[in-house]
């Protein structure tokens, strides 16, 4: 397959001499690992994970420079996942038995596995100075997923977590904190946990049902998730997910965008150099691990297509400023099941270069370079655990991005607050607020609870309800500028008639209330 | 007991043991000397080597055939002439102390520069590059320019609130302009009927109100105010431009605060964006006639903001503008056909909070160095330069490719001080959540922004405080209106990381440059008195006033209610702590407030915790009704207009 494809840019700068001597050494290696590789085969019962490293691999990346401005440059080392099979659907179906990392290496010509003993693996993630690897795993077949740590030779490998159920998709958080997905078998689904990188003072960030998932750490230090929207699929259609973004404490939970009008799985975000974010844009339904390459460019509103034309693609990750390595359907596979190939995408001209890696069998997706970056910001959290109470602000709940002139016409005088019972799963109403007349009302709430709002008028018909769930955590002062407002629009500047009120916030505690009484 | 008169009574104990204490004296400055090495904790305030002379470029334009640049350098106190082909200083004059404004007359031949704190213009020959003349302003002069005929120049006086006419011939004032706050930048209209003054801070008005700035039109002809151009919920007016078409409309970069909604929204965003506003004259007029209309649009991107809009300039085809964004190092190019249309597509008020308007027109966000002020473009239209104030350095962009070309080195020190490093710090939006600002956003000119921030309280809405001047603080501690930050560390440490930027903050190195510099920020010399320092008459009254100690009718007025109690000399007029004047609203938790120093008291309105005093008048003629900040309620209103004469001199 190789020799049928297109040189590529990168290729076409080997000279013939250099491609004798790289022959050379991949003969030479390949001697020299084989025993190796059989050994590791024999104390491991994943054989179909070993035998991808007998494989003839098309590992392109030794022979590649990349030209800027003239000069070559060097791509990173990478850490691939290889899969027999990439899956849609729940997040701990996604690779197969015999799933593993393997790390390709500028100077060796086959891919070097990372995690032979597991059963599965994947998710990688550098850390910010190169040295480690930050993955999921599975021990066994009837063993959960956890969140593993290792050197970047795979060595020193151990155990960050040690869920109950299945612990995936981690990233690392600024001054030695991990943020991964917990899925669970209770009625909330997957939620985002925070820990050290020791695996302790592991702690729940999400709180509402909605199936949360990591998807990545903004330089800004915001956590961009994606969770399922609206809650409750409608019409026998599974939900939407989109993606969100809240802070590494949990709060501040808000919607990177809106994109109601068009229903479609969204995830596997990344953050562009430039700040751009690009995502995995699937149709509902989906049985594919992957989907449509989108963006949302910096100060665009709403996201865009990065390819003219739709082809299946998977784990995009940024390398250089411009390029990315993508997984895309192989254009040489005649199977049933989609096999990915990693390819160099420019996201300028919206175009594949040629394949940087290609395995004859496995799929090979989740690139990441080894290499050092710059840890996003650190946020000083605000919280307040004593408090034991959460406060939303929102300037004007007449503004709303869905109405025309984004202005909700009828008059809204109070607010409903619902929350939803963490036993029975049902739905009841902690109470209701007062409106003010410039639309602003400012409450206090019990913490890490989800709530959703209604807004009424004055003859308590609902005007507008919201679809998902939110929640404040305990001190957070959550601020809205509407009832589900524009991104695009800042507030105005104006002291809301809410905060002017010396019996505000009104307290909606429902039963810790009732314990505590009615005092501020 | 307020805490004032335990304060003193506290004192009065000490007395008796001052024997005591003298002759522990030596012993604790020897363990001082001791232990001094071992234990020297960060201290900004004693680590101050001589500082190397920056060159702080400021201000560029070009001479009129484009062959050299002309570079206004505020650490140097010069102006310097840069061959573009070469790209070479070539000639260099001392000026004034801090110069700030720059203006080419006419034939290209004379140069003028103010010097901000000389209150001076130096007439510069470009041939022989010397000082010619010096001539004299109002206070605090920056922006400058002629008329079309040479014969008149127009000055801003940034501290006087007024903008000076001066004959050129005779080189003396021959009118004057009231303006509103800190009038900072003109600009002459391309037909040369108008000049136009920006205002730095907004109108003192009521502090739950949003703020409104000023555009001031001066008719050149009749040389009056031909028009008062108000653009609301702005401040910060910066340079001005104005399209090369003929009745083209202005460019004002500005910024946009939200100081009256909870400081929680930095969260969100949105708690400062910075734009622009565009100035369009109504049909068949000019800028400057009746019906100009003003229309804000946004600079800033959805979750990214460019704070500190400063430079601004078109290319002289109309095809480009270019704005300098100072507090991201940042230089922004526009499509202004396309600026045209987005002005079309949203003609109300809606345009000025709307993040998604700058994605339409900026074709490119270029990087400069630290802190780019000024921005000049060629003749033809082909290379702009941009002055990076902290680097003294200027950044050459290509337009015809929209990149950096080439940065020019003026030739400064190398070596970044702490100070140094710490001004950039201090200029640098990157440490808030999204870039929203710096600490020049809410402090131009290291001093105020005139307005009243919901800061972080126990609750929501309550504790309004108005901003305070950064300027000569070093030995005003505590700071904050409630005086719970013991030292600047604490102010700008963790605490302004977490409640303001909403982001990391400043690293402990970062702290401390930040530190330095803030304990270096001088304060100008005093326009109110005299260079020898003797008071005037109505001073020396009001010096009198301000130490008395009985009333008008002979009572003796209590210690703790007499003005140098609070206010001691000494320490720079406040006593560093916290007193009750009853200034307390209903929206206040406390009472007790941070008594504030008074050097330079005139140019810190508006006054009180909450700045509902908009002048030093009001302090006692509207807020003083139960005699609790002093006792003056048995003052004349000569008395009074005395008093404040004195403290004018602080």
């Known amino acids: 397959m190789l020799s049928t494809s297109r040189p590529s840019r990168f290729e076409l700068l080997m000279t013939k001499s250099m491609r004798a001597w790289h022959l050379i050494l991949f003969i030479a290696l390949g001697v020299s690992l084989a025993p190796w590789t059989f050994a590791a085969g024999a104390h491991t019962p994943q054989s179909v994970q070993q035998q991808y490293l007998c494989n003839q691999n098309k590992y392109l990346r030794n022979s590649r420079g990349d030209m800027r401005g003239g000069q070559a440059v060097a791509l990173p080392e990478l850490v691939i996942v290889l899969a027999p099979e990439v899956r849609g659907g729940p997040l701990p179906r996604r690779f197969p038995k015999g799933s593993g990392l393997v790390r390709l290496e500028p100077h060796a010509h086959s891919p070097h596995s990372l995690t032979p003993g597991f059963f599965t693996a994947a998710d990688p993630q550098t850390s910010f100075d190169g040295a480690r690897i930050l993955f999921a795993g599975q021990n066994a077949a009837d063993s959960a997923w956890q969140i593993w740590e290792m050197n970047v030779d795979g060595t020193s490998v151990r155990q960050v977590t040690h869920c109950a159920d299945d612990c995936l998709k981690p990233a690392y958080l600024p001054r030695g904190e991990i943020v991964f997905t917990a899925a669970s078998q209770g009625p909330h689904d997957s939620q985002l946990w925070v820990c050290k990188a020791d695996g302790s003072n592991s702690h729940p960030i999400t709180f509402g049902p909605g199936d949360f998932q990591v998807e990545t750490v903004l330089q800004n230090g915001a956590i961009i998730a994606s969770a399922r929207s609206p809650l409750v699929p409608s019409r026998g259609l599974p939900a939407d997910r989109h993606l969100y973004t809240l802070r590494p404490d949990g709060s501040g939970l808000a919607t990177l965008r809106c994109d109601h009008q068009h229903p479609a799985l969204r995830s596997q975000a990344q953050e562009l150099a430039d700040g751009a974010v690009i995502f995995v844009k699937a149709p509902l339904g989906s049985r594919n691990q992957g989907g449509d390459l989108t963006w949302i460019r910096r100060g665009a509103l709403h996201n865009s297509p990065l390819m003219a034309a739709p082809v299946l693609t998977s784990s995009p990750k940024p390398i250089n400023a411009g390029e990315l390595l993508v997984a895309r359907e192989s254009t040489t596979s005649a199977r049933a099941v989609k096999k990915l190939t990693l390819y160099a995408f420019d996201t300028a001209n919206g175009t594949f270069g040629a394949p940087v890696y290609e395995d004859p069998k496995l799929s090979s997706v989740e690139a990441i370079p080894v290499a050092a970056h710059e840890a996003p910001r650190w946020y000083w959290s605000t919280l307040n655990p004593e408090l034991h109470r959460g406060y939303f602000v929102c300037m004007d709940t007449h503004l709303a991005d869905s109405f025309p002139h984004q202005r909700i016409a009828a008059k809204i005088t109070r607010v409903r607050v619902l929350t939803l019972d963490s036993t029975r799963q049902t739905e009841t109403s902690l109470g209701e607020a007062p409106v003010e007349e410039d639309g602003s009302f400012y409450i206090a709430v019990p913490p890490d609870q989800p709530v959703r709002f209604e807004v009424l008028d004055a003859a308590g018909r609902v005007i507008r309800a919201q679809r998902s769930w939110i929640w404040s955590r305990s001190g957070e002062e959550h601020g809205c500028v509407g009832c589900h407002e524009d991104r695009s629009v800042a507030p105005e500047n104006r002291w809301p008639l809410a905060l002017r009120r010396f019996d505000t916030p009104t307290l909606l505690l429902g039963s810790q209330q009732k314990a505590a009484g009615s005092k501020h | ?650």
């Open chain 2, 1 to 650: 007991m307020s805490s004032l008169r335990l304060l003193h009574s506290q004192r009065g104990n000490r007395t008796s043991y001052r024997g005591f204490y003298f002759c522990l004296l030596p012993f604790a400055l020897c363990l001082l000397t001791c232990f001094s090495e071992m234990a020297a904790p960060i201290n900004p305030q004693s680590a101050e080597p001589a500082e190397p002379e920056y060159l702080t470029p400021v201000e560029i334009k070009f001479a009129s055939d484009g062959k050299k640049l002309y570079v206004v350098c505020e650490g140097n106190e010069s102006v310097l002439a840069l061959d573009t082909q070469t790209r070479q200083v070539v000639a260099k004059a001392k000026v004034g102390h801090k110069p700030r404004g720059l203006a080419v007359s006419p034939d290209g031949k004379t140069l003028y520069v103010s010097n901000e704190w000389s209150d001076t213009v130096s007439e510069v020959d470009v041939a022989t590059f010397s000082v010619k003349r010096t001539l004299k302003t109002g206070w605090g002069p920056v922006g400058l320019v002629t008329d079309r005929t040479g014969k008149t120049l127009y000055v801003a006086n940034s501290i006087a609130d007024s903008v000076s006419l001066i004959d050129l011939a005779s080189g003396t004032e021959i009118k004057r302009f009231t303006t509103h706050r800190y009038p900072e930048q003109v600009l002459l209209s391309r037909d040369g009927r108008c000049v136009y003054a920006a205002n730095l801070l907004p109108h003192l008005g009521p502090y739950d109100q949003p703020p409104v700035s000023e555009l001031l039109v001066l008719d050149t002809n009749k040389q009056v105010v031909a028009e008062r151009i108000l653009i609301p919920g702005a401040i910060e007016l910066r340079h001005i431009a104005e399209a090369p078409l003929q009745g083209g409309y202005l460019i004002v970069p500005l910024v946009r605060p939200k100081n009256l909604g909870p400081l929680i929204q930095v969260n969100q965003g949105w708690t400062m964006t910075h734009g622009m506003a565009v100035v369009r004259p109504a049909p068949n007029t000019s800028v400057g006639e009746a019906g100009s209309k003003v229309t804000q649009v946004l600079l800033d991107d959805i979750d990214y903001y460019f704070a500190g809009n400063d430079g601004v300039a078109f290319t002289p085809d109309g095809r480009r503008a270019l704005v300098t964004s100072s507090d991201a190092d940042t230089v922004s190019i526009l499509d202004t056909a396309h600026l045209a249309q987005r002005l079309r597509q949203y003609p109300g008020e809606e345009l000025a909070n709307r993040l998604d308007s700058a994605a339409t027109f900026v074709v490119k966000r270029l990087p400069t160095g630290h802190n780019p002020t000024s921005v000049a473009i060629t003749p033809d239209s082909r290379w702009a330069y941009i002055s990076n104030r902290l680097d003294d350095s200027v950044t050459i962009i290509d337009l015809a490719q929209s990149k950096v070309a080439a940065t020019i080195d003026l030739g400064g020190p190398k070596e970044i001080t702490l100070m140094r490093r710490g001004e950039q710090m201090f200029h640098a939006a990157k440490y808030c959540y999204q870039g929203q600002f710096a600490c020049a956003t809410c402090h131009p000119n290291s001093h105020l922004d005139g307005l009243a921030w919901n800061l972080e309280t126990p609750q929501l809405g309550r504790d309004r405080v108005a901003n305070r001047t950064l300027r000569g603080i070093r030995e005003t501690a505590p700071y904050k209106w409630n005086g719970h930050n013991p030292d600047l560390a604490t102010q700008c440490g963790p605490r302004i990381a977490k409640f303001l930027f909403r982001s990391e903050g400043f690293n402990t190195a970062e702290l401390e440059a930040l530190l330095t510099y803030m304990n270096n920020i001088p304060l100008p010399a005093n326009r109110h008195l005299a260079p020898d320092g003797q008071l005037t008459e109505a001073q020396e009254r009001g010096k009198t006033i301000f130490y008395r100690q009985y009333t008008n009718s002979g009572q003796v007025i209590p210690a703790e209610n007499r003005c140098d109690t609070c206010h001691p000399a000494e320490t720079h007029y406040t006593a560093r702590i916290s007193t009750d004047v009853t200034s307390k609203t209903e929206y206040d938790t406390n009472g007790m407030f941070d008594i504030p120093q008074l050097d330079r008291v005139y140019e810190d309105a508006p006054y009180l915790h909450n700045g509902e005093a908009l002048t030093l008048e009001e302090i006692w003629t509207v807020f003083n009704n139960k005699d609790t900040h002093g006792i003056t309620s048995d003052m004349s209103k000569e008395q009074l207009n005395d008093l404040i004469e004195f403290l004018k001199t602080l």
